[in-house]
């Protein structure tokens, strides 16, 4: 029987970071990384982590999962490293978490020397293969990756002390499930386990079962608002036709006036087009997909975090594992298609205390699918109205006076007071305020009341049968669709004698890759092949992710079918 640690409240009097038994080089850079006190996942879990126990965590994004298995696994560490095979395996479901995460453990361990290597799709391979041979003491890794290195043999897990799967339901969501038990099969019997995901389906808990040895089981409870306290993250809905979608979206992000903004876009095509809309609109818009390289990743996550960008239009593969600390808002342009997505996108907001606002933007027939998020996450989203004209006036208005007033508070004004004085011999002082504040107001904000149109409200009708064709992310068939223009197949070299079924190409696809399971068409299994569906425009990136992966455990031949 495990053991189960259900948090309801933080305690008032939260414990230190030095009274968890952490080493002194842990304490320093703990230190200089400003952290003061431990979040409940940390202090709930370091203790067992330390004594070698297995252990299975639930806890939403940005609570402190990382340090919460990073310090233990540094702490353990041994001094004496002069092998080469590494003490740790953390898998992770994106190459952004996994550099992320890899990122935490330089900055935690740096005082150790602990040498951490992140593997993931996308990067040469040749690097990760000399600092595989230089030794190594934690390995960062994405599940299809990890194998690679594996069945190479440059990856050798026979010392390993520690396993973590991170994200364990993201991993699991992508299809990684028959890689991990792979990856596990060459780690050895005696291992420390540790699984971290943020939602508890009940494969995840057939996985815990299967490979955790009496884990300490933690909960961290969402949290509730206290009576007369807004809830940590607000969260809304609003209903709009597709057609009316981005100025609806312009609208309410002029209301809400977010510090910085994710908005979670279906696939590469809609991201582009929407920073392109929102840039017209005024905002500093950034695009980030699968479509760009890491480098370009970066310099825009650079910018945001930089505050030179307040406007980041992402596909859900392309943002995930990603942690803005400035960012106010997440807005979903289209209802996501599994609730376990949704808590992922709305767990980026709302981190260390601090308030969050999600935003859904839905068709009407997607009401439905609002209803079972609800019923899920035990959380209500509101459905509002569009804001009109008149709202978004008179936010415009009260955002101008706010601007005044911080100025009239901290700005020196003398340079400006000849101005004043010279146009009231001549004008009331009043008319003078007057044109003042409308310059400033046309000047500071984006757009004009007088180019706005109404947006149409819409009423909620009952969701029509049927949905587009193509893979979710667990590689579940969707109704079939006609074959559209701008698609080609991709010719798999493994088939249906290898074991390989839909979800493990949509996994191996979508893991590798930015194109998401909705954009994936038609799969054909045969018994020594296998043909998908893709579009034009992703078929190189497909192919190159493919050939440097492996599915099922196996490499296979990848080329456009050539039929």
């Known amino acids: 029987m495990s053991s189960t640690h259900v948090l309801p409240d933080p305690p008032a009097e939260p414990s230190a970071f030095t009274d968890l038994g952490l080493r002194p080089e ?17 202090r709930e879990a370091i203790p067992p982590l330390l004594t070698g126990r297995d252990l299975l965590g639930q806890a939403a994004t940005g609570t402190g999962k990382t340090a919460a298995f990073a310090l233990p696994l540094l702490q353990r560490m041994p001094d004496d490293r002069a092998g080469h095979d590494p003490f740790a395996l953390v898998l992770v479901p994106t190459r952004e978490l996994a550099v992320q995460v890899s990122e935490a453990f330089h900055r935690y361990g740096k005082d150790l020397g602990a040498r951490v290597l992140p593997i993931y799709g996308g990067q040469p391979i040749g690097r990760q293969l000399r600092a595989l041979d230089g030794g190594i003491d934690v390995v ?26 991170d994200e364990a339901d993201e991993m699991l969501d992508m299809g990684f499930a028959e890689d991990i038990e792979a990856i596990l099969e060459h780690t050895p019997e005696q291992r420390q386990t540790v699984l971290f995901s943020a939602t508890m389906p009940a494969r995840i808990d057939g996985m815990a079962r299967a490979h955790l040895t009496d884990p300490v089981r933690i909960l961290i409870a969402r949290e509730q608002p206290v009576a007369g306290e807004a809830p940590r993250v607000r969260q809304s809905a609003y209903l709009v036709a597709r057609a009316h979608k981005p100025a609806a979206l312009g609208r309410v992000l002029d209301v809400e006036s977010p510090t910085a903004a994710i908005v979670f876009c279906r696939s590469r095509e809609e991201v582009d087009r929407l920073t392109e809309t929102m840039n017209g609109r005024g905002y500093r818009a950034e695009a980030l997909h699968g479509g760009m390289s890491q480098e370009q990743r970066d310099r825009v996550m650079g910018r945001l975090r930089a505050g030179t960008a307040d406007l980041l239009v992402a596909t859900d593969v392309a943002a995930r594992g990603l942690d803005v600390e400035q960012l106010s808002h997440v807005v979903n342009f289209d209802v996501p298609s599994a609730p376990e997505s949704y808590v992922h996108r709305i767990g980026r907001v709302g981190r260390a205390g601090r308030e969050g606002v999600a935003i859904t933007l839905a068709e009407p027939r ?16 509101t459905i509002d109205k569009i804001p009109t004209v008149a709202d978004l006036r008179t936010r415009r208005l009260e955002l101008t006076q706010a601007a005044l007033r911080e100025s009239l508070l901290e700005d020196d004004l003398d340079p400006f007071r000849v101005i004043v004085e010279t146009l009231s011999d001549e004008f009331d002082l009043m008319e003078v305020a007057l044109a003042a504040v409308k310059l400033a107001h046309e000047a500071t904000l984006p757009g004009s009341d007088e180019a706005e149109e109404e947006i149409p409200q819409v009423a909620v009708r009952p969701p029509r049968e049927g949905r587009p064709g193509g893979y979710d992310s667990r590689g579940e068939r969707r109704p079939s669709r006609p074959r559209t223009a701008g698609t080609t197949q991709v010719f798999i070299g493994v088939g249906r004698r290898a074991g390989v079924r839909p979800q493990d ?3 191996a696809i979508t893991g590798e890759t930015g194109v998401r399971g909705r954009d994936i068409g038609s799969i054909e299994i045969a018994d020594r092949f296998s043909l998908v569906e893709v579009p034009v425009a992703v078929v190189d990136e497909v192919i190159a992710g493919l050939r440097g992966s492996t599915i099922k455990g196996r490499k296979a031949t990848v080329r456009r079918d050539r039929r």
């Open 140 to 165: 960062v890794a994405t599940p299809g990756r990890a194998l690679d290195h594996i069945a190479r043999g440059t990856l050798r897990l026979g010392n390993l002390a520690t396993v973590v799967l």
């Open 26 to 42: 842990l304490l320093a850079a703990l230190a200089t990384l400003g952290y003061e006190e431990p979040t409940p996942i940390q």
């Open 505 to 507: 190409l949509v996994g």
């Open 366 to 381: 997607e009401h439905r699918m609002l209803k079972t998020i609800e019923r899920v996450t035990g959380q209500r989203i």
